[in-house]
């Protein structure tokens, strides 16, 4: 009997990964029809046509989530016949990480990047169906860039392969194991993939010849929807690293964390510059490149982590995918240059620049400094690669490439923050501009003073930060009362409803302004915790002491725990500040006997004081001989950068919130637009 | 004028890449004997039983052999200080900073880091269906 029912649960399993398998031959049959379907239709403007590549577009979500969902079944029922599920798994493997586990290997990640993208896709057309002539070429383009993705998990890289089944799986890695793994990669996807909406949908104005402003106005909220994933998902994978890796710090500027820094940096120039075609209708070929370069930097990132050509701390499985994607990001290069170049002609406007001092000025200078600050750490990332084929031998760069070209570029965009919102359109006085900036540039001269005074001039880039971070912090201010005072002028009522009148009514100019906040504090936070942060290191026997910036820390005892999957060692450690006590913090390491690794659990005390940390490392533990050698970071202002994340979530939700007034004023805009179709 | 500027950004970089030196060898075993001098990441990985205490005076001694590449001969012995990644142990690929002193690889110290498997790589080939 076990026998058969052995043999009955096998065939059932075979049966599962058939499903998937189909479901994704499915899914590749939807696409690559939508893909010739949808581009025949645009061709010939064939409307029923164009609707039957739309649905087949919509129906490959559902058949790409029954693939998921296979997946996620397998992974749920530890199905170690399925060799993902084997490979990335394993018995003690908590429910919710074993959820993961689709996101945690390369096969199942390319399958959530299909996931995604056809269901922005579905959502993209369905949101957009009256706009027929857009959506018309905008269907091919997303079709072509979802083939690529669907071929590869057909044939190259499938989740669905099975073998006999181990007793139990590989298990996860332990750094994975983290909560930030159920957040941290899918919001990066949800972010990476977000890009292709704006990318397709200005490809399609391409395509179509209509280079108005139209493609802009229907992309803006996915545009600054992808930017949020992706911001937030980096400052999670930062969060992750710093509470996690244990090494103390958030951001290593390591190829794989640049490889979404860089779209994002360059989605960041792009939400800017549109405004200026939105506006004046000028920097039409800028905004092709740019979301050109954002989509393309967007698969660039995921060759890196895939395909181990650049060396990088994360050590993502080598593979022959690698190539596909250098030739899938050649024929997108291409494809962009060669579509922008042919209609060069349509794309030239007429409105120039009229002032090097104007709203539209600060906003270029702001999209250049984006863009070489993106270009020279593409630069960085790229610079081993390039060594190699000019010179012979690979040569990398380091923190101190990337930090040099922060600062140059970095700082003068924070200035540039609190100058550009306040400038006028067209063209703006300096008497204008001298009333203007009075408060700020006071504000701004007395914090730089002040902190020269209190002897934090130790750090020109952070006395700068701090200095140009006054300005932009007094004049978001600025704007804020004098809009506040002009909506309770106008209309009564109390303060804070003028103030969320006023939020209410501009929700893409405030929600702008928060976002600005965010990015204040987020450099604040950063400048604190990287410019003014004190590290000391020592071996202690328990009973001993050491000193760190006012802190004194006594280390009492080892602790040893059984937790569900690992063995838990934790040193306690008594924190006490002028004779009195503090906290106690339990730095340690986990050992994982599946995995056979052992991990680095800090230990962290948030001090309310100075909103830094107070961040301990148990580097190393004798458990024989229960000597420590303890590593303590003082990280002032660091909790700012965590802090900025969610008032960077609030901002952008804000900018994107439905708007009856736009969307009024995009009915008569799509109406105009048919008009003069 | 946005073509200009560009450039001009560009042009600083590329002349502080170029004229500041700002890059580093980086290295496996096999190519240190090519390169005796100045600081070096050598990049290997870990051979045989890892020695001593990072946290004392001796410092840790392990040695490294080529990662990648078709040397499989090349052996460098390596001396290091400072914080060790959890992640280091024999046959986990590591890159280290430092310089060549009397045959030996003189890590600065702090600088050992080790691939961070963030995604699993099977170890055991399987056959599949």
């Given at each position: 009997?076990?026998?058969?029912?052995?043999?009955g649960?096998?065939?059932?399993?075979h049966?599962?990964?058939?499903l998937?398998?189909?479901?994704?031959?499915l899914?590749f049959?939807?696409?690559?029809y939508?893909?010739?379907?949808?581009?025949?239709?645009?061709?010939?403007r064939?409307?029923?046509?164009?609707?039957?590549?739309?649905?087949?577009?919509?129906?490959?979500f559902?058949?790409?989530?029954?693939?998921?969902?296979?997946?996620?079944?397998?992974?749920?029922?530890h199905?170690?016949s399925?060799?993902?599920?084997?490979?990335?798994?394993?018995?003690t493997?908590?429910?919710?990480?074993?959820?993961?586990?689709?996101?945690?290997?390369?096969e199942?990640?390319?399958?959530?990047?299909?996931?995604?993208?056809?269901?922005?896709?579905?959502?993209?057309?369905?949101?957009?169906?009256?706009?027929?002539?857009?959506?018309?070429?905008?269907?091919?383009?997303l079709a072509?860039?979802?083939?690529?993705?669907?071929?590869?998990?057909?044939?190259i890289?499938?989740?669905?392969?099975?073998?006999?089944?181990?007793?139990?799986?590989?298990?996860?890695?332990?750094?994975?194991q983290?909560?930030?793994?159920l957040?941290?990669?899918?919001?990066?996807?949800l972010?990476?993939v977000?890009?292709?909406?704006p990318?397709?949908?200005?490809?399609?104005?391409l395509?179509?010849?209509r280079?108005?402003?139209?493609?802009i106005?229907?992309?803006?909220?996915?545009?600054?929807?992808?930017?949020t994933?992706?911001?937030?998902?980096q400052?999670?994978?930062?969060?992750?690293?710093?509470?996690?890796?244990?090494?103390?710090?958030?951001?290593?500027?390591d190829?794989?964390?640049?490889?979404?820094?860089?779209?994002?940096l360059?989605?960041t120039?792009?939400?800017?510059?549109?405004m200026i075609?939105?506006?004046?209708?000028?920097?039409?070929?800028?905004n092709?490149?740019?979301?050109?370069?954002?989509?393309?930097?967007?698969?660039?990132?995921?060759f890196?982590?895939?395909?181990?050509?650049i060396?990088?701390?994360?050590s993502?499985?080598?593979?022959?995918?690698?190539?596909w994607?250098?030739?899938?990001?050649?024929?997108?290069i291409?494809?962009?240059?060669?579509?922008?170049?042919?209609?060069l002609?349509?794309?030239?406007?007429?409105?120039?620049?009229?002032?090097?001092v104007?709203?539209?000025?600060?906003?270029?200078?702001?999209n250049?400094?984006?863009v070489?600050?993106?270009?020279?750490?593409?630069?960085?990332?790229?610079?081993?690669?390039?060594?190699?084929?000019?010179?012979?031998e690979?040569?990398?760069?380091?923190?101190?490439?990337y930090?040099?070209?922060?600062?140059?570029?970095?700082?003068?965009?924070?200035?540039l923050?609190?100058?550009?919102p306040?400038?006028?359109?067209?063209?703006?006085?300096?008497?204008?501009?001298?009333?203007?900036?009075?408060?700020?540039?006071?504000?701004?001269?007395?914090?730089?003073?002040?902190?020269?005074?209190?002897?934090?001039?130790?750090s020109?880039?952070?006395?700068?930060?701090?200095?140009?971070?006054?300005?932009?912090?007094a004049?978001?201010?600025?704007?804020?009362?004098?809009?506040?005072?002009?909506r309770?002028?106008?209309?009564?009522?109390?303060?804070?409803?003028a103030?969320?009148?006023?939020?209410?009514?501009?929700?893409?100019?405030?929600?702008?302004?928060?976002?600005?906040?965010?990015?204040?504090?987020?450099?604040?936070?950063?400048?604190?915790?990287s410019?003014?942060?004190?590290?000391?290191?020592?071996?202690?026997?328990?009973?001993?002491?050491?000193e760190v910036?006012?802190?004194?820390?006594?280390y009492?005892?080892?602790q040893?725990?059984?937790e569900a999957?690992?063995?838990?060692?934790?040193?306690?450690?008594?924190?006490?500040?002028g004779?009195?006590?503090?906290?106690?913090?339990?730095?340690?390491?986990?050992?994982?006997?599946?995995?056979?690794?052992?991990?680095?659990?800090?230990?962290?005390y948030?001090?309310?004081?100075?909103?830094?940390?107070l961040f301990?490392?148990?580097?190393?533990?004798?458990?024989?001989?229960?000597?420590?050698?303890?590593?303590?970071?003082?990280?002032?202002?660091?909790?700012?950068v965590?802090?900025?994340?969610?008032?960077?979530?609030?901002?952008?939700?804000?900018?994107?919130?439905?708007?009856?007034?736009?969307?009024?004023?995009?009915a008569?805009?799509?109406?105009?637009?048919a008009?003069?179709? | 004028?946005?073509?200009?500027?560009?450039?001009?950004?560009?042009?600083?970089?590329i002349?502080?890449?170029?004229v500041?030196?700002?890059?580093?060898?980086?290295?496996q075993?096999?190519?240190l004997?090519?390169h005796?001098?100045?600081?070096?990441?050598?990049?290997?990985?870990?051979?045989?039983?890892?020695?001593?205490?990072?946290?004392?005076?001796?410092?840790?001694?392990?040695?490294?052999k080529?990662?990648?590449?078709?040397?499989?001969?090349?052996?460098?012995?390596?001396?290091?200080?400072?914080t060790?990644?959890d992640?280091?142990?024999?046959?986990?690929?590591?890159v280290?900073?430092?310089s060549?002193?009397?045959g030996?690889?003189?890590?600065?110290?702090?600088?050992?880091?080790?691939?961070?498997?963030?995604?699993?790589?099977?170890?055991?080939?399987?056959?599949?269906?």
């Open positions: 009997m076990p026998v058969e029912v052995r043999t649960a096998r065939e059932e399993i049966v599962m990964a058939a998937g398998r189909a479901a994704l031959l899914s049959g939807l696409i690559v939508a893909l010739v379907a949808g581009s025949l239709a645009a061709w010939k064939r409307r029923r046509l164009a609707l039957s590549a739309q649905n087949a577009l919509l129906a490959a559902g058949t790409t989530a029954v693939a998921a969902l296979v997946l996620w079944i397998a992974l749920e029922r199905d170690f399925f060799v993902y599920v084997a490979d990335h798994t394993s018995r493997l908590p429910l919710g990480y074993r959820l993961a586990g689709l996101w945690s290997g390369q199942g990640s390319l399958l959530l990047w299909l996931l995604i993208l056809t269901g922005y896709a579905a959502l993209a057309v369905w949101l957009n169906r009256r706009t027929r002539d857009l959506v018309v070429w905008a269907v091919p383009v072509g860039v979802a083939t690529f993705f669907v071929f590869m998990l057909c044939f890289s499938s989740p669905f392969k099975t073998a006999p089944a181990p007793a139990d799986g590989a298990g996860m890695v332990p750094s994975l983290n909560p930030y793994m957040a941290h990669p899918p919001l990066l996807y972010g990476y977000g890009l292709t909406i990318f397709a949908f200005a490809m399609g104005a395509l179509s010849k280079t108005d402003e139209r493609w106005v229907v992309t803006r909220r996915w545009t600054l929807a992808a930017w994933f992706l911001g937030v998902g400052l999670l994978g930062s969060h992750w690293a710093y509470v996690e890796i244990g090494w103390g710090g958030y951001y290593a500027w190829p794989v964390e640049n490889a979404a820094l860089m779209p994002w360059a989605a120039a792009f939400l800017h510059s549109v075609q939105e506006k004046r209708g000028m920097l039409k070929i800028w092709m490149v740019l979301v050109a370069l954002a989509f393309c930097l967007s698969i660039f990132g995921t890196l982590t895939r395909s181990g050509v060396n990088s701390i994360h993502f499985s080598q593979s022959p995918l690698g190539s994607f250098l030739g899938f990001i050649v024929i997108c291409v494809f962009s240059v060669g579509l922008i170049y042919l209609r002609p349509l794309l030239r406007t007429k409105t120039k620049l009229e002032s090097l104007s709203r539209e000025a600060t906003f270029l200078y702001n250049l400094l984006l070489a600050l993106c270009l020279t750490i593409l630069w960085g990332v790229m610079y081993p690669l390039l060594t190699e084929a000019v010179r012979g690979t040569r990398s760069v380091s923190k101190p490439y930090n040099f070209f922060l600062h140059s570029f970095g700082l003068p965009l924070l200035l923050m609190g100058i550009g306040l400038v006028a359109w067209r063209r703006a006085s300096l008497r204008a501009l001298g009333k203007t900036f009075l408060i700020p540039a006071i504000v701004s001269i007395v914090t730089g003073s002040t902190l020269i005074a209190l002897g934090y001039g130790s020109i880039p952070g006395l700068l930060a701090y200095t140009f971070g006054a300005f932009v912090a004049s978001i201010a600025l704007e804020f009362v004098r809009g506040t005072r002009a309770h002028a106008l209309s009564g009522g109390s303060w804070p409803r103030l969320v009148e006023l939020v209410g009514r501009n929700r893409r100019r405030y929600g702008g302004y928060i976002v600005h906040a965010a990015i204040l504090m987020l450099a604040i936070g950063i400048a604190g915790s410019a003014y942060q004190t590290v000391r290191e020592r071996g202690l026997h328990p009973g001993q002491s050491m910036a006012g802190y004194t820390l006594t009492q005892t080892l040893t725990r059984q999957n690992a063995v838990a060692t934790r040193a306690v450690v008594d924190v006490t500040r004779g009195s006590h503090v906290t106690t913090l339990h730095p340690g390491k986990n050992e994982y006997p599946v995995e056979q690794q052992v991990s680095n659990e800090v230990s962290i948030h001090d309310p004081r100075n909103l830094g940390d301990t490392i148990a580097d190393q533990i004798d458990p024989k001989s229960h000597t420590l050698f303890l590593k303590v970071l003082v990280k002032p202002l660091v909790n700012l965590w802090g900025a994340g969610f008032l960077f979530v609030f901002g952008a939700l804000v900018a994107m919130w439905p708007d009856a007034v736009e969307q009024r004023k995009l008569e805009r799509y109406a105009a637009g008009v003069a179709a | 004028m946005i073509a200009l500027s560009v450039a001009a950004a560009l042009a600083v970089f002349l502080y890449t170029s500041a030196g700002a890059g580093t060898p980086q290295l075993p096999s190519d004997a090519a005796p001098q100045g600081d070096i990441m050598l990049v290997g990985t870990v051979v045989g039983a890892p020695a001593g205490d990072a946290h004392a005076a001796g410092g840790l001694h392990f040695t490294l080529d990662a990648k590449g078709r040397n499989t001969v090349a052996r460098v012995p390596v001396s290091y200080t400072g060790v990644p992640l280091f142990r024999t046959g986990r690929e590591v280290v900073e430092g060549l002193r009397n030996t690889f003189v890590a600065k110290p702090g600088t050992l880091s080790t691939k961070c498997p963030s995604k699993y790589a099977p170890a055991p080939a399987k056959k599949s269906t």
